[in-house]
């Protein structure tokens, strides 16, 4: 996935005894919808992750807005979509192997992605719309290992492959989707059973894909959004691919699809950025500048990077965001050398759920997290309780006690981290 690097607008975060620290993108232009900034990876471990965002890049990224090619490129949630619309495309294809290194399990893993349909179940694509397929090219022969498509009125998805006795439908899933809707989609494979999700939710399972023989690997690619010569155009957009070198139903993955909907499922219903949010946050971005120069000396005090909100009696503490790449760096102040903190987030105000993105050591002050949307909302959380629910992690433990949910925690060591419940 190619990424914004080095972007650091100032941010502005209030901190008091909640430890509450807030960041917003700015986005300026004209009325056309403008990307949001792309998410940073989920830490995970993959073979591939294609974020369609070669405009925010090299060449593309010193030309205007206008020079981005709409039959390819969309504006979306994360940076950029691909674009697949039309009765015929040039095909989007991800080769099964390169230069020795695996991009697709050639016997297990898993696909991960979000697609947003331009039409709607009932009316649906009026072809059988390929999301993804699986083809080897010789020559001027063609093999079809398997496909995932949706039926011409939109009403269903189909995993269809080459089974024993010749072209099979492994799964068959009902689905209700409208336009401009965005939906993640995962495919989980092995020899002998296949998973089906949408939207984290299982829809069906099967038998496993046909094994693709190692001498076929250097002409088999993935087409993305049409068959491999460019037809059955899935006539809709498509972001953050991924693919795993193991199914995401394999233990400690089984929870992975969930936290990842949960997370990114919100940003994604958004869309891009539209004029009116970006009215909207220039007229916030003045009225708090302006609240400012009107008190300078009052209890609100901006600074460089954050402002602090002046609570007594207690101790104060400044939580202060930047953002460097695709992180965002927090450092706390005032915090206490013999003290823990974690740092929270959610995606919005009032938090239905804290999500925990860090664990400090004793004493730690500065903390490097994952850019999760335009928006964003920090605690810091003093240690001991890693889920913030107010309930000390001894007392979560204890599954006897009817009073407290389970306890979630992100370990992000080793690099690619776990998760444990």
């Known amino acids: 996935m190619v990424m914004k690097s080095q972007i650091q607008p100032k941010c502005f975060g209030m901190m008091g005894v909640a430890l509450l620290a807030t960041c917003v993108l700015p986005f300026f232009g004209n009325a056309e919808p403008k990307p949001r900034q792309p998410l940073p990876p989920w830490p995970e471990e993959t073979l591939l992750i294609l974020g369609f965002d070669e405009p925010l890049a090299g060449a593309y990224a010193s030309r205007a807005a206008a020079a981005v090619d709409g039959a390819i490129w969309a504006p979306s949630w994360s940076g950029y979509a691909l674009n697949r619309q039309g009765t015929a495309v040039k095909p989007a294809t991800l080769p099964v192997i390169e230069k020795d290194r695996w991009l697709i399990g050639p016997e297990e893993g898993a696909i991960r992605f979000w697609f947003r349909p331009d039409w709607s179940s009932g009316v649906g694509p009026g072809d059988y719309a390929r999301l993804l397929e699986l083809v080897t090219e010789s020559g001027k022969d063609t ?102 070198p193991r199914p995401l139903t394999d233990e400690p993955w089984s929870d992975s699809l969930y936290l990842y909907y949960s997370a990114y499922s919100e940003v994604a219903a958004k869309g891009p950025v539209t004029e009116a949010e970006e009215a909207a946050m220039r007229q916030a971005a003045t009225e708090y500048m302006a609240m400012n120069e009107a008190d300078p000396a009052g209890d609100l005090k901006a600074g460089e990077g954050g402002a602090q909100l002046n609570l007594e009696p207690g101790p104060i503490y400044l939580l202060v965001p930047q953002i460097v790449g695709t992180n965002v760096h927090l450092t706390l102040w005032g915090g206490q050398p013999n003290q823990s903190y974690n740092i929270l987030y959610s995606p919005v105000l009032p938090a239905n759920n804290w999500v925990t993105l860090a664990i400090g050591a004793m004493g730690q002050t500065n903390f490097v997290v994952p850019m999760l949307g335009a928006a964003a909302f920090y605690r810091a959380a003093i240690g001991h309780d890693w889920d913030g629910d107010g309930v000390p992690n001894w007392i979560d433990a204890q599954p006897s006690n009817p009073n407290v949910g389970a306890l979630a925690v992100t370990i992000d060591w080793p690099a690619h981290g776990s998760v444990f419940q």
């Open 143 to 244: 093999l079809v290992w398997w496909s995932l498509y949706v039926s011409p009125d939109g009403r269903a998805l189909y995993l269809s492959g080459q089974g024993s006795d010749g072209p099979a439908d492994f799964i068959k899933a009902e689905i209700e989707w409208k336009s401009g809707q965005w939906h993640l989609i995962a495919l989980s494979y092995d020899q002998k059973e296949t998973f089906l999700h949408v939207d984290s939710e299982l829809v069906g399972t099967g038998p496993g894909l046909p094994t693709l023989p190692p001498t076929l690997a250097g002409q088999t690619m993935l087409s993305i959004g049409s068959d491999g010569v460019g037809k059955g155009v899935a006539q809709g957009q498509f972001d953050e691919l991924c693919t795993f």
